[in-house]
């Protein structure tokens, strides 16, 4: 289903399936200044194929590959509408690799993106690379209105599950640059309207940074990535579970130490 949401010049889509409320997550595009951020995920593809259609949108911007953010590229390249896509998130929604389960029951697979994509240019409003989520990641930035669109870069404060190819450290550097903009909207692919958006970002990056720090010491003090977890983030949850750890605290233990090499060079 989709339901619609007026935040003065934007209009938030949000869509969700029974089997994302199950689980108590939605995805959320944007329509602002005729720009669509991001494409929702495969299993939606009706609800958001119709709604870019009635939306009048002249172009749509791609904050990452993932499948609930560029799920239904092929929708928009169908339709004939241009898209703002970074060169890595193409590379990997040309070749969509097999995702696990859980992702799969969520979301459904995307299919690879076969069709040409028009470019476009989505001024006003600028894509700013903030690579940490995601590597490919990309924010949504309207300097005139200071309203940011902010994919998946915020999602809440204390995040304490990732996927292992995240860059923690990568991510509290995108966080403070956008913190830096000043937004005064900011709107979460997965949370909405974030209310102070500038308190919101700075929070999270002093958390994580933290996080950060306390898993290096323990890190440097030799501990398992087990341990490291239990004693810094606390047992895994029924996310960490369901994923079969695919989305999961240690995971997050994992992509620090992954990027402890680049922070001692
Ligand atoms: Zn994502």
Request: glycine share 6%; charged share 25%; hydrophobic share 45%.
């Amino acid at each position: 289903m989709i339901r619609l949401e007026p935040h003065g010049p934007v209009v938030r889509a949000e869509f969700s399936t029974a089997r994302t409320r199950l689980i108590g997550i939605t995805v959320s595009c944007y329509l602002h200044k005729g720009v669509v951020v991001d494409t929702a995920f495969p299993d939606v593809r009706h609800w958001y194929r119709d709604w870019l259609t009635a939306s009048r949108a002249v172009g749509v911007m791609v904050t990452h590959h993932h499948e609930d953010h560029a799920g239904n590229v092929n929708s928009v390249a169908k339709l004939g509408l241009p898209a703002w896509i970074a060169p890595a998130t193409m590379a990997r929604i040309r070749d969509v690799e097999p995702i696990g389960f859980y992702r799969h029951f969520t979301w459904r697979q995307m299919r690879s993106l076969t069709r040409e994509v028009m470019p476009f240019d989505p001024a006003p409003l600028v894509p700013i690379a903030t690579p940490g989520h995601a590597h490919d990641h990309h924010v949504l930035w309207d300097p005139l209105e200071e309203i940011l669109f902010a994919g998946d870069l915020f999602l809440g404060v204390k995040v304490r599950v990732a996927h292992a190819d995240e860059d923690p450290r990568a991510l509290v550097a995108s966080l403070r640059a956008c913190a830096r903009l000043r937004p005064r909207m900011l709107f979460c692919a997965h949370r909405g309207n974030v209310p102070e958006p500038v308190a919101a970002l700075s929070a999270k990056a002093d958390w994580l940074e933290h996080t950060i720090g306390e898993v290096d010491r323990l890190a440097d003090a030799g501990w398992t990535d087990a341990a490291i977890q239990r004693a810094v983030l606390g047992r895994e949850d029924v996310t960490g579970y369901f994923s079969f750890g695919d989305y999961s605290r240690v995971n997050l233990v994992k992509a620090i130490r992954a990027t402890r090499a680049a922070k001692t060079d």
